[in-house]
């Protein structure tokens, strides 16, 4: 099939990005997104063109590297799937694709379709630990969780971290992707002693990092990888008002955002 | 991208009222206040189908309040400051969020009102500074006198004049969008979600909404159709 990929080329964050047009002629059907760009790049390869950098590791849906805009949509028009996982079939022979990276503040500019997605890293670590006993492995039924629980708990760990959930929000807001991992530890008995802490931590981590606010409009689920709820977001709102009123007293700090690139230095 | 960068430098977290979560929350909790006061009114205003004598009374009955009225009044002023508040700090915040915009953008899962809040809410406030002006205090009353204590004259007077009415419609329209996504939206804000209630407290937003905004619309409608002269 033949398709023409519009797709966003900028060198490094100093310099001036466009839209650059490729035309494709022979695009298998059965190909995903990111073998569309492989065969992409190696004929820019081989005209001595500089290839598209694009993120990617495990191509198969999990580990959550993938993700740009595809015509205005996070992660393509198909739900509940990744770049990697989009297979071009979906899409009609002659269509026109526009491809941009991830927008937003908190996410800073790194190349063509790749930017700097350590905030939630940073999110994560302002979570902190959760007390668990070391030595040996404990015995699987030891502390008993209802299946309702294990099951609610699970939905929320299913998030990948992408990014999309940022990427498609109109207020930039990372809600979905803090709430899932607010939600999963804070559903579960093993996260209870740190739940109000974590909540917390977490939310004024989110905060530093510039992201926007939730105005609950649902695009983020809409085009979530991982179909992670909307209810998530109303745990972390909920873990985090009782969180804050208890922890009152906790004087609370957070890691400075400083992303290298930011500061211009390698 | 699985190395966090932590920075030497810590800084200090925004507490309740500097957190974008707790500044929603002050929304939820204002503007189901809000709410409660524009259900209150609607119930009040038809009163305007029972005769002239039945809404002068309730309107010499409010204002006979005296302290209470005041009361009532000093809470919903505080609700509007606060809600207006948060509404422009989350604002300039979500503006800062995208310094560059997408090329081409689509909304897959959001309806027309859940993306216009930031709409429909300062025409709202336009509109109810207007309505104050016209109705309260009397300032603006186009193309007729405004008789203090006379509801009744006043109601219909104003709404005699087209644009008066249609502005009022258009405005309560807003209000509708606005209660449409905000009154389920504020449980969500307070961390009140189910995954089976929720989608009930959905479809009751938007009847409640519908609901509001016919009723309001009912009495400039009767107005110009000559039902209440
Ligand atoms: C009678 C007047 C009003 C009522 C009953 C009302 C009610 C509400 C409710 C219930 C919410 C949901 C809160 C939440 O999502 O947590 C809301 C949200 C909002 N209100 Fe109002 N409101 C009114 C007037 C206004 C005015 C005058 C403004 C602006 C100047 C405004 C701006 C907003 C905005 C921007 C939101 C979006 C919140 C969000 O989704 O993040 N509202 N309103
Ligand atoms: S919540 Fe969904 S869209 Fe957001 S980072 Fe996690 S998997 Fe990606
Ligand atoms: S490359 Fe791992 S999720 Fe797409």
Redo the contacts between chains.
């Keep these: 099939m033949k398709l023409t990929l519009t797709i ?1 080329r900028q060198k490094d964050p100093g310099a001036k990005g466009k ?1 650059v047009r490729y035309p494709m002629d022979n695009v298998n059907p059965e190909m995903s997104m990111l073998e569309c760009l492989d065969v992409l790049n190696e004929s820019l390869a081989e005209r001595g063109e500089e290839p598209v950098a694009f ?1 990617h590791d495990c191509r198969e849906g999990i580990c959550g ?1 993938c993700g740009f ?1 595809i ?3 996070a992660h393509g028009p198909l739900p509940a799937t990744t770049v990697c996982q989009l297979t071009m079939r979906h899409f009609k022979d002659g269509e026109e694709l ?1 491809l ?1 990276p991830w ?4 996410f800073p500019f790194v190349k063509d379709l790749v930017v ?3 905030a939630f ?2 999110i ?2 302002a979570g902190g630990y959760v007390s668990v006993s070391t030595g040996n492995a404990p015995d699987g039924n030891a502390i008993p969780v209802g299946k309702e629980e294990a099951d609610r708990a699970m939905d929320a760990a299913a998030c990948i971290g992408c990014g999309a959930c940022v990427a ?1 929000c ?4 990372a809600a979905l992707f803090t709430g899932a991992k607010i939600a999963h530890l804070g559903i579960l008995p093993q996260g209870q002693p740190e739940r109000d802490r974590r909540a ?2 977490m ?6 990092e ?10 983020c ?3 979530c990888p991982k179909e992670i ?3 998530v ?10 969180g ?2 208890r922890e009152r007293r906790q ?10 690139w930011e500061f211009g230095k390698k | 991208m699985s190395t966090a960068v932590a920075s030497p430098r810590e800084n200090r977290a925004p507490g309740f009222w500097g957190s974008t979560n707790g500044r929603k929350a002050v929304m939820a909790v204002t503007g189901f206040i809000l709410f409660l006061f524009v259900i209150g009114h609607l119930l009040g205003n038809l009163q305007v189908f029972d005769g002239p004598v039945r809404l002068n009374a309730y309107g010499r009955f409010l204002h006979n309040l005296g302290e209470l009225l005041w009361i009532v009044r000093g809470i919903l002023i505080l609700c509007v400051v606060l809600h207006i508040w948060a509404t422009f700090v989350l604002w300039r915040r979500n503006r800062d969020a995208r310094p560059i915009g997408y090329q081409v953008k689509k909304s897959v899962a959001s309806s027309y009102a859940d993306r216009t809040m930031y709409w429909s809410g300062p025409i709202v406030l336009a509109f109810v500074i207007f309505h104050l002006l016209e109705f309260t205090s009397g300032t603006i009353h186009p193309e007729s006198r405004f008789i203090p204590g006379d509801v009744y004259h006043n109601v219909v007077a104003g709404f005699s004049v087209w644009w008066v009415s249609a502005w009022y419609i258009f405005a309560l329209i807003l209000l509708g969008m606005h209660l449409r996504h905000g009154l389920w939206s504020m449980f969500q804000s307070l961390g009140l979600n189910h995954p089976r209630h929720t989608p009930v407290l959905k479809q009751a937003a938007l009847w409640i909404a519908i609901l509001i905004t016919a009723g309001y619309i009912s009495i400039p409608v009767s107005v110009l159709a000559g039902w209440v002269r």
Excluded: K
């Design positions: 966003w839209f993120e590297s805009m015509s205005g949509v526009v941009e927008r937003s503040r908190s700097d997605r350590r890293d940073r994560i670590q498609a109109p207020n930039g807001s917390v931590r939310v004024a981590q989110m905060h530093a510039g992201f926007g606010s939730c105005t609950n409009i649902g695009e689920t809409g085009v709820p909307l209810e977001i109303a745990r972390m709102n909920h873990d985090y008002l009782y804050a009123w004087v609370v700090t957070t890691i400075a955002p400083a992303t290298d």
